[in-house]
T-cell receptor, first 112, second 112 residues
């Protein structure tokens, strides 16, 4: 069974559209994350979220918003997509020890 | 200066070589030091983590932390073609709600 799964794996869309990426973890972890990895492989955290606290990286545009229907799911909604949003987006989860994160397979977003 | 510096490579070595991967950092508050391995088009997977200074060994992998020099290393003994991947270092001030800072990764190629 996949520990952290994401859908879709690939997403191609036009500028100005709104899209969502879904993430699910079956590890029983209480904290989930969204990362953006650019073309130079630089992995940058966007959000850290558990049922107590949402930590937002202040450099993330407010067009991006995490939505968590329950502890096992953290979806990423993106409004008014821009060309610069093209990247691979990774979901991750961890339990109390934040240094042990488990990553999903990634969603490759291409904005045309 | 970025908080975490890592040479992107690529680093190309013959099979069986000892590989040394390194990161430097500027934030003296970092306490947890992690190494992730990322295969092409996959999510990062945690290899090892260490707390504060010292060494940690796991099979062919050894992680070293020198906090006085703000320098961490990952050594791979008897490297195999299957070790070919991007290796990312990551650091965290504590095991609590802080979020990790990643290096940009070093691409390693082990040729037969």
């Amino acid at each position: 069974d996949t520990a952290v799964s994401q859908t879709p794996k690939y997403l191609v869309t036009q500028m100005g559209n709104d899209k969502s990426i879904k993430c699910e973890q079956n590890l029983g972890h209480d904290t989930m994350y969204w990362y953006k990895q650019d073309s130079k492989k630089f992995l940058k955290i966007m959000f850290s979220y558990n049922n107590k606290e949402l930590i937002i990286n202040e450099t993330v545009p407010n067009r991006f918003s995490p939505k968590s229907p329950d502890k096992a799911h953290l979806n990423l909604h993106i409004n008014s997509l821009e060309l610069g949003d093209s990247a691979v987006y990774f979901c991750a989860s961890s339990q109390e020890r934040v240094y042990e994160q488990y990553f999903g397979p990634g969603t490759r977003l291409t904005v045309t | 200066q970025k908080e975490v510096e890592q040479d992107p490579g690529p680093l190309s070595v013959p099979e069986g070589a000892i590989v040394s991967l390194n990161c430097t950092y500027s934030n003296s508050a970092f306490q947890y030091f992690m190494w992730y391995r990322q295969y092409s088009r996959k999510g990062p997977e945690l290899l090892m983590y260490t707390y504060s200074s010292g060494n940690k060994e796991d099979g062919r992998f050894t992680a070293q932390v020198d906090k006085s020099s703000k320098y961490i290393s990952l050594f791979i003994r008897d490297s195999q073609p299957s070790d070919s991947a991007t290796y990312l270092c990551a650091m965290n001030p504590s095991g609590g709600s802080y979020i990790p800072t990643f290096g940009r990764g070093t691409s390693l190629i082990v040729h037969p």
